[in-house]
């Protein structure tokens, strides 16, 4: 620990969110300590997906003039592939667009990704700790003004350390133990409203990443899962490919696996053994599992973003839009607003609520507070339409089969049996009923 224990602010963890609010106060010549219980900023990381690159630009503008990048592959083909019990369909997009300079997104490991953030943070003035477990919050009449940590006073002391600054901000996670301390929200999450995501990363022999999937080394592939992935549950099964391995992961809301007996390691393994996927990865070698929580708690679970004192930003706010498959950049921009009102509030030499609260104002005109309201129903639909992911991917490989093999049959019988197949998987009520509910869902009704 530095010998100063008095900062202009103090940023507890070391993911995008907090790394990004850090960098932000820094290049505006704040004092900032960042304190990360892990190794390094990432070690404790398992998130092997897409990060966007117009939310790093806005951090690093220098981004490409750098010789490593700390990404796997660009991508360049995205969408999803639905699966049945022995098939695939796989819709899939990609246009000249996706090959412009610079790629609009990347597949990334974070334990690679964090690091290179947080040196970035460093480069701007930052003072990264890591190591280091935050304990409490210190609060006086509702004023949260430091952080108490699991590191002596001294080496002579066995006192704990504090943390003192006239800002904390909360990047914890979606562990939300610390954003409850500071009365930002009065509760824990509930199992409906996080989702537990399984992990794998996978070795491929060299070159086969880009034989099996149909890629120059240059290229990448990002898809979600849906159907047998998840055994017919509300949620998705994702792969993205990484320059000599691929990550293949399944999420369930974690009431899912409580109520329905489901154990996350079985998923995995089922969706494996899947014929596509057991063709896909052959030969492959496992280098790591992990499962971690993925907030879904939206709108109706947002907490106060800012207090006396304090602001909480990233997955500890719940800024996810798993629809869009955006997480990483939403962190980021929080961030970014958080940092810019903790700038505004050392200007002013008003720490309170009402300054701090520039930063939850920029977040209800930005396009995420928008997007949380406009699918703040999305769970309630989703539980509410298992058929979407019971019998629709299903059903579409099915009808596909027919169509393709149709070849030495009367046409009329064909399409007799695959009128007959909706009619026995969901019936010409429910397909009406199903196609009116997904659209007042999307049309925000």
């Known amino acids: 620990m530095s010998n100063s224990f008095r900062y202009d602010v103090v940023v507890v963890g070391g993911g995008p969110a907090g790394l990004s609010a850090a960098m932000t106060c820094a290049r505006h010549g704040l004092s900032v300590i960042l304190l990360e219980r892990g190794r390094f900023a990432g070690a404790k990381n398992l998130f092997g997906g897409v990060v966007y690159t117009?939310?790093?630009?806005?951090?690093?503008p220098d981004l490409f003039s750098e010789k490593r990048l700390p990404f796997e592959r660009p991508v360049t083909e995205e969408g999803w592939w639905?699966?049945?019990?022995?098939?695939?369909?796989?819709?899939?997009?990609?246009?000249?667009?996706l090959y412009e300079k610079p790629p609009r997104a990347y597949t990334a490991f974070r334990a690679r990704f964090d690091p290179w953030l947080a040196q970035k943070a460093e480069e701007a003035g930052v003072l990264v700790i890591p190591k280091v477990k935050v304990l409490d919050l210190i609060c006086a009449n509702g004023k949260v003004s430091g952080v108490l940590v699991d590191r002596p006073r001294d080496w002579e002391s066995s006192e704990l350390a504090e943390v003192r600054a006239p800002v904390t901000i909360i990047s914890e996670g979606v562990n939300r133990l610390l954003t409850q301390k500071a009365g930002l929200i009065p509760r824990d999450f509930t199992p409906e409203e996080v989702a537990l995501s399984v992990k794998e990363v996978i070795q491929l022999p060299k070159g086969e990443v880009e034989k099996r999937f149909g890629l120059s080394e240059d290229e990448g592939l990002a898809v979600e899962l849906l159907g047998e992935a998840t055994l017919g549950f509300p949620g998705s099964g994702f792969l993205y490919t990484n320059t000599t391995s691929v990550s293949l992961g399944v999420g369930l809301f974690l009431s899912d696996f409580a109520e329905k007996g489901l154990k996350p390691y079985e998923l995995l393994e089922n969706l494996k053994k899947h014929p596509v996927m057991a063709r896909l990865l052959s030969g492959g070698e496992t280098l790591e599992y992990g499962a971690h929580l993925i907030p879904e708690w939206g709108l109706e679970g947002l907490?106060?973003?800012?207090?006396?004192?304090?602001?909480?930003?990233?997955d500890a706010a719940g800024l996810v839009n798993p629809l869009f498959r955006e997480g990483t950049n939403l962190a980021i921009y929080s961030g970014i607003m958080a940092g810019k009102?903790?700038?505004?509030?050392?200007?002013?030499?008003d720490f309170g609520h009402e300054t701090l609260k520039l930063y939850e104002e920029a977040f209800r005109e930005s396009y995420i507070y928008r997007d949380l309201k406009y699918f703040r129903r999305l769970k309630k639909f989703?539980?509410?339409?298992r058929s979407l992911f019971a019998d629709y991917p299903e059903i579409i490989n099915r009808v596909l089969h027919l169509y393709l093999s149709a070849q030495g049959r009367a046409k009329e019988e064909v399409?007799?049996?695959?009128?007959?197949?909706?009619?026995?998987?969901?019936?010409?009520?429910?397909?009406?009923?199903?196609?009116?509910?997904?659209?007042?869902?999307?049309?925000?009704?």
């Open 382 to 385: 989703l539980r509410e339409n």
């Open 303 to 314: 907490p106060r973003l800012c207090g006396e004192g304090v602001m909480v930003v990233g």
């Open 54 to 60: 117009e939310s790093v630009l806005s951090l690093a």
């Open 341 to 349: 009102a903790a700038v505004f509030a050392h200007e002013k030499g």
């Open 82 to 97: 639905l699966l049945s019990e022995d098939g695939v369909v796989k819709i899939t997009h990609t246009e000249k667009g």
């Open 415 to 445: 399409f007799q049996e695959i009128f007959g197949l909706f009619r026995k998987r969901r019936g010409l009520t429910g397909l009406l009923r199903d196609f009116v509910k997904t659209f007042r869902f999307f049309k925000g009704w």
